[in-house]
């Protein structure tokens, strides 16, 4: 687990572009979707960090 924990970063970063285009595709609004593009980003980028779960768990080993 602690080994894949290491992929999330670089996959998330790899997905962002392809994430921004379906969001601004799917809310006709620009500033909307600005707004949600953001939260949603910024929700999974926290847990793209490969400590996080360690840190929601605990040390994971």
Same mark, same amino acid.
């Given at each position: @687990? @602690?080994?894949?924990s290491?992929?999330?970063? %670089?996959?998330?970063?790899? !997905? $962002? %572009? !392809?994430?921004?285009? =379906?969001?601004? *595709? @799917?809310? *006709?609004? %620009?500033?909307? *979707? $600005? /707004? $949600?593009?953001t !939260?949603?980003?910024? =929700?999974l980028?926290?847990?793209?960090?490969?400590?996080?779960? *360690?840190? /929601?768990?605990?040390?994971?080993?």
């Amino acid at each position: @687990m @602690m080994l894949a924990s290491k992929d999330h970063q %670089p996959a998330f970063l790899k !997905a $962002t %572009p !392809a994430l921004q285009q =379906f969001i601004f *595709a @799917m809310v *006709a609004d %620009p500033v909307r *979707a $600005t /707004e $949600t593009t953001t !939260a949603i980003l910024q =929700f999974l980028g926290q847990r793209a960090h490969p400590d996080w779960l *360690a840190n /929601e768990l605990g040390l994971i080993s």
